[in-house]
């Protein structure tokens, strides 16, 4: 079983995500970064969750077609009902091994109740 405080996600990059380069077009990688985030948050606050913002998003590198696009998250502050997850993601060959960086950001995530109105959360503790 996976640790509740870091968020894994890995997908292989296929064509139909490609932009005309060959590589992971932007919008599909910040929607997976998105989607890492999103979960990071839900198992954190046990709660349906809301995107609010995302700050110092950068893509360092591109992923190319067959390559795995991999997604670490991890919620690293809380309030009362925002959270701030940091996202990092890297890529790596699958014939090969070889890994790299390629892109990191901070998603500020809400815990909503089922109007869609901010909700407190219950205190968690946040692994370092």
Do not use: C, W
């Not at 893509?59 to 997850?85: E, N």
Request: no cysteine.
């Amino acid at each position: 079983m996976q640790d509740a405080a870091i968020t894994e996600l890995t997908e292989l990059v296929l064509p139909a995500q490609a932009n005309h380069y060959g590589t992971l077009f932007a919008g599909q990688a910040l929607s997976m970064l998105a989607q890492a985030a999103f979960t990071a948050a839900s198992r954190h606050a046990r709660s349906n969750v809301v995107l609010a913002g995302v700050d110092n998003l950068r893509f360092t590198a591109p992923v190319p077609v067959g390559q795995l696009f991999i997604i670490r998250a991890r919620v690293t502050s809380a309030g009362r009902s925002a959270m701030m997850i940091e996202v990092v993601a890297g890529r790596e060959d699958p014939q090969t091994g070889e890994t790299g960086q390629v892109a990191q950001g901070q998603f500020q995530m809400v815990a909503v109740n089922e109007h869609g109105r901010p909700k407190k959360i219950t205190a968690q503790e946040i692994s370092t």
